[in-house]
C-alpha cells in the first residue's frame, strides 16, 4: 500500500472539487469502483492514475504523494484557454470545433456581431 494518507488526500481533492466518485473516475478513465478501492486503501493507487490526476485537475503531485505544498498548481495566465483548446481538439464535441471553425472563417464585422452578441448574454471580458 503507498499510503493511507494518499488515500485520504485523493478523498480531500474529491471533496474539495465537490465531484463524485463516478465524475472522479470518468475524467481519468476508471470506474467509481477502483476510485472507492483507492479512497478506503484495499488497493494501492497506480502511478498512472496518480499523473492522470494531476493533470485532470491540477493537482500538484508532491502535494498528492507527500502532502506538501499546495493541493493545486497555480496555473499561468493563459494555460486555462489552452487547456479548453487542448479539450477541443481532443475530444469527440463536432459541434464546438464546428463552432470555432465558422467563427475564425467569418470577416472582422461578423466577428464583431457575434462578440458582441455573446457580451449581450452577460459574458463581458470572456468573449
Do not use: H
Request: proline share 1%; aromatic share 8%.
Amino acid at each position: 500500500m503507498l499510503s493511507n494518507s494518499l488515500s485520504k488526500r485523493l478523498v480531500k481533492i474529491r471533496e474539495t472539487l465537490k465531484i463524485s466518485q463516478d465524475e472522479l473516475g470518468t475524467k481519468i478513465g476508471i470506474s467509481r469502483f477502483s476510485v472507492s478501492n483507492y479512497e478506503s486503501g484495499k488497493r494501492n493507487i497506480t502511478e498512472r492514475v496518480i499523473k492522470d490526476i494531476c493533470r485532470e485537475f491540477d493537482v500538484n503531485e508532491e502535494w498528492l504523494r507527500t502532502g506538501e505544498g499546495e493541493m493545486f498548481v497555480e496555473l499561468p495566465e493563459g494555460t486555462e484557454l489552452g487547456k479548453y483548446i487542448a479539450d477541443v481538439i481532443g475530444g469527440e464535441d463536432d459541434f464546438i470545433k464546428n463552432i470555432i471553425i465558422s467563427y475564425m472563417k467569418l470577416d472582422e464585422k461578423n466577428k464583431k456581431i457575434i462578440r458582441d452578441f455573446v457580451k449581450s448574454l452577460g459574458c463581458e471580458g470572456k468573449a
